[in-house]
């Protein structure tokens, strides 16, 4: 596998999944990723050079601890990187993202590196929440419908207003 490799777009379950290349070589802690990778972080291919620092500012505020751990766990004992995090790109939409990675190794099987893809999860993500969405609306609007009835025989019944109704 190499980052400027195999890049496509494939259905999972019906939502068009994105995925690139990365690799980190430890010497050095040098990257380097696919035009795939480089547009889910909202630049074009070749237009910035990764680096950790690079990628990390790009996790979410509530991932990047974890990640940021994970890479540095990953550099100093040689285990390869996989997570399932959020990543913000530099317009500042969210990308749900699962990376998963081997070890790298040389020729005369050291451990050089890790290497892997990133998936771009998202489409999964929101679709999966909209199906979500669509099955307990139905129960939500049962249950506001009941609110306001109950709502509207307190406010007769005690002659209080929508918002004391709501309290009570």
Same mark, same amino acid.
């Given at each position: 596998?190499?980052?400027?490799?195999h890049e496509a777009?494939?259905?999972?379950?019906?939502?068009?999944?994105?995925?690139?290349?990365?690799?980190?070589?430890?010497?050095?802690?040098? =990257?380097? =990723?696919?035009?795939?990778?480089? &547009?889910? !972080?909202?630049?074009?291919?070749?237009?910035?050079?990764?680096?950790?620092?690079?990628?990390?500012?790009?996790? !979410?505020?509530?991932?990047?601890?974890?990640? &940021?751990?994970?890479?540095?766990?990953?550099?100093?004992?040689?285990?390869?990187?996989?997570? &399932? !995090?959020?990543?913000?790109?530099?317009?500042?939409? %969210?990308? !749900?993202?699962? %990376? %998963?990675?081997?070890?790298?190794?040389?020729?005369?099987?050291?451990?050089?590196?890790?290497?892997?893809?990133?998936?771009?999860?998202?489409?999964?993500?929101?679709?999966?929440? &909209?199906?979500?969405?669509?099955?307990?609306?139905?129960?939500?609007?049962?249950?506001?419908?009941?609110?306001?009835?109950?709502?509207?025989?307190?406010?007769? %019944?005690?002659?209080?207003?929508?918002d004391r109704a709501?309290?009570?």
């Amino acid at each position: 596998m190499h980052p400027s490799g195999h890049e496509a777009m494939e259905a999972v379950d019906g939502a068009p999944q994105s995925f690139g290349a990365f690799r980190l070589f430890f010497d050095g802690e040098r =990257w380097e =990723w696919s035009g795939d990778v480089a &547009r889910m !972080h909202g630049y074009a291919p070749g237009e910035v050079l990764p680096t950790t620092e690079l990628i990390l500012s790009h996790k !979410h505020p509530d991932d990047a601890p974890a990640v &940021r751990e994970r890479v540095r766990h990953t550099l100093s004992s040689g285990d390869p990187f996989s997570s &399932r !995090h959020r990543i913000i790109d530099t317009a500042g939409a %969210v990308h !749900h993202i699962i %990376v %998963v990675a081997d070890r790298m190794l040389s020729d005369d099987h050291e451990v050089i590196g890790t290497e892997g893809y990133y998936i771009d999860i998202t489409e999964t993500v929101e679709s999966e929440v &909209r199906q979500s969405l669509a099955e307990t609306m139905p129960d939500v609007i049962a249950a506001r419908e009941d609110i306001d009835r109950a709502k509207g025989v307190l406010m007769f %019944v005690y002659g209080v207003s929508a918002d004391r109704a709501v309290d009570i």
